[in-house]
């Protein structure tokens, strides 16, 4: 993938379950899209899942398609293959981005993620979150409590600490 997901915004989510998508989050799902062109609205997939997650990830086409090539390379039947399909075929929604660049976000997504009102997209590389904002922010104090004080992430990209 040539681009990435970087940063992090706060939207406004509406009554019918329209959130503008961060404008930098929009050029990374056109470059995500193969079927994309200019004038074109970008697919995506978001990704729900079931009780144990409490946010929305969204793919880019690319990214999906690669998830869906290591889920064909696992053998058929098998639990883990089972398990991924149900999470990202089953649990997922395809849908696009519209022409004033927002997402409709489905009742049953709001729902899931108790979302109404604001919503927190945060980016994950070649993936973004959308989270319910007090529940991103009760995960994320309880992530840096599991971190050390005196570890420095930068470590981790030399492979030298292990958490």
């Not at 997504?109 to 959308?130: C, P, S, V, W, Y």
């Not at 994320?140 to 958490?163: K, N």
Request: aromatic fraction near 10%; charge should be negative; proline fraction near 6%.
């Amino acid at each position: 993938m040539s681009r990435r997901f970087r940063g992090e915004s706060h939207h406004k989510v509406d009554t019918k379950g329209r959130v503008s998508i961060p404008a930098s989050f929009r050029r990374v799902l056109e470059a995500g899209d193969p079927n994309w062109k200019n004038g074109d609205n970008p697919e995506l997939v978001i990704v729900y899942g079931d009780h144990r997650r409490n946010y929305l990830e969204c793919y880019t086409m690319e990214a999906i398609e690669e998830v869906d090539a290591k889920i064909d390379r696992m053998p058929r039947g098998s639990m883990q293959r089972k398990a991924l399909q149900r999470l990202f075929h089953g649990q997922s929604f395809p849908t696009t981005v519209d022409e004033t660049g927002r997402l409709v976000l489905p009742a049953k997504l709001r729902n899931k993620i108790e979302l109404n009102g604001e919503a927190f997209f945060i980016a994950a590389g070649d993936t973004f979150q959308i989270w319910k904002p007090e529940t991103y922010e009760t995960e994320e104090e309880s992530w840096q409590q599991e971190l050390p004080d005196d570890v420095d992430p930068l470590s981790f990209l030399d492979g030298d600490m292990e958490v």
